[in-house]
């Protein structure tokens, strides 16, 4: 195989200061680990909190992946974390923007759990993730004023905050919640929602819950297809390989 044109760190490390400033980081799941492997798990890490819904710390990863990219970089996987943290710094702006607005409409209605849940959703997108949690919980305590697809989101996040604490148990029963409530958002309503079920595999993964985990699975696959790559990647610390699975359920890929 042709080896790619190096790229030199110095410009990574001018391209990175010039898009975002450095940011703190909190207590989260992963532990970074020296080069080349930090590289790695910064960027699939990055990815996983772009896909679920968390550009705060999404930013954050791809910050820490150019910081210990390595001088040989592929120039397409460059540009993705370059051209991701553009995304997120424009999306995360326009966030801060909206903040107050929000805040000042959960102030002036407090028991509207669909303005509270909008609030707090934007909190976790921020990635000030005690008080989106807290605002999670004060959302579910006027249920009468949501929606049931908002308040299968509500519990799904709730489980979500629990698991990025390393709080894997408690998270289990909000996923298992959410996965109950349909989707109303189409009429005749539709099926259930697969991110409960993939949070569920993650959880068991997570617990190393090896027989649950592969049932969970077969049981995604037959409802919605093929596991998204976090969850396949997780499974892998099971020695559970989704796909075979998914090809033995389904005879292709």
Same mark, same amino acid.
């Given at each position: 195989?042709?080896?790619?044109?190096?790229?030199?760190?110095?410009?990574?490390?001018?391209?990175?200061?010039?898009?975002?400033?450095?940011?703190?980081?909190?207590?989260?799941?992963?532990?970074?680990?020296?080069?080349?492997?930090?590289?790695?798990?910064? #960027?699939?890490?990055?990815?996983?909190?772009?896909?679920?819904?968390?550009?705060?710390?999404?930013?954050?990863?791809?910050?820490?992946? +150019?910081?210990?990219?390595?001088?040989?970089?592929?120039?397409?996987?460059?540009?993705?974390?370059?051209?991701?943290?553009?995304?997120?710094?424009? %999306?995360?702006?326009?966030?801060?923007?909206? +903040?107050?607005?929000?805040? %000042?409409? &959960?102030?002036?209605?407090?028991?509207? %759990?669909?303005?509270?849940?909008?609030?707090?959703? +934007?909190? #976790?997108?921020?990635?000030?993730?005690?008080?989106?949690?807290?605002?999670?919980?004060?959302?579910?305590?006027?249920?009468?004023?949501?929606?049931?697809?908002?308040?299968?989101?509500?519990?799904?996040?709730?489980? #979500?905050?629990?698991?990025?604490?390393?709080?894997?148990?408690?998270?289990?029963? #909000?996923?298992?919640?959410?996965?109950?409530?349909?989707?109303?958002?189409?009429?005749?309503?539709?099926?259930? %929602?697969? &991110?409960?079920?993939?949070?569920?595999? +993650? &959880?068991?993964?997570?617990?190393?819950?090896?027989?649950?985990?592969?049932?969970?699975?077969?049981?995604?696959?037959?409802?919605?297809?093929?596991?998204?790559?976090?969850?396949?990647?997780?499974?892998?610390?099971?020695?559970?390989?989704?796909?075979?699975?998914?090809?033995?359920?389904?005879?292709?890929?």
């Amino acid at each position: 195989m042709e080896r790619r044109e190096a790229i030199p760190k110095e410009m990574a490390n001018l391209l990175t200061g010039a898009l975002a400033p450095a940011l703190t980081p909190c207590a989260r799941p992963i532990t970074m680990t020296s080069n080349p492997d930090r590289f790695r798990e910064a #960027w699939e890490e990055g990815h996983l909190a772009q896909y679920g819904g968390e550009p705060r710390w999404a930013q954050y990863y791809y910050q820490q992946a +150019l910081e210990a990219a390595p001088e040989d970089i592929d120039p397409e996987t460059l540009a993705d974390i370059l051209e991701g943290l553009r995304y997120l710094e424009h %999306s995360l702006a326009y966030d801060e923007k909206m +903040l107050p607005f929000l805040r %000042s409409a &959960v102030a002036g209605d407090p028991c509207n %759990s669909e303005k509270r849940f909008r609030y707090a959703n +934007l909190l #976790w997108r921020l990635g000030r993730d005690e008080e989106a949690g807290r605002e999670f919980e004060a959302t579910i305590l006027h249920p009468e004023t949501l929606c049931p697809d908002c308040a299968r989101d509500c519990c799904n996040n709730l489980g #979500w905050y629990l698991y990025r604490k390393g709080e894997y148990a408690k998270a289990l029963p #909000w996923f298992e919640r959410a996965a109950r409530t349909r989707n109303f958002s189409q009429f005749p309503p539709g099926p259930e %929602s697969p &991110v409960p079920f993939e949070n569920i595999i +993650l &959880v068991y993964a997570a617990l190393n819950m090896a027989t649950e985990a592969e049932e969970a699975t077969l049981h995604y696959i037959s409802r919605f297809g093929r596991l998204p790559w976090p969850e396949r990647r997780a499974l892998q610390k099971l020695n559970i390989n989704a796909d075979a699975l998914f090809i033995e359920q389904c005879g292709r890929l």
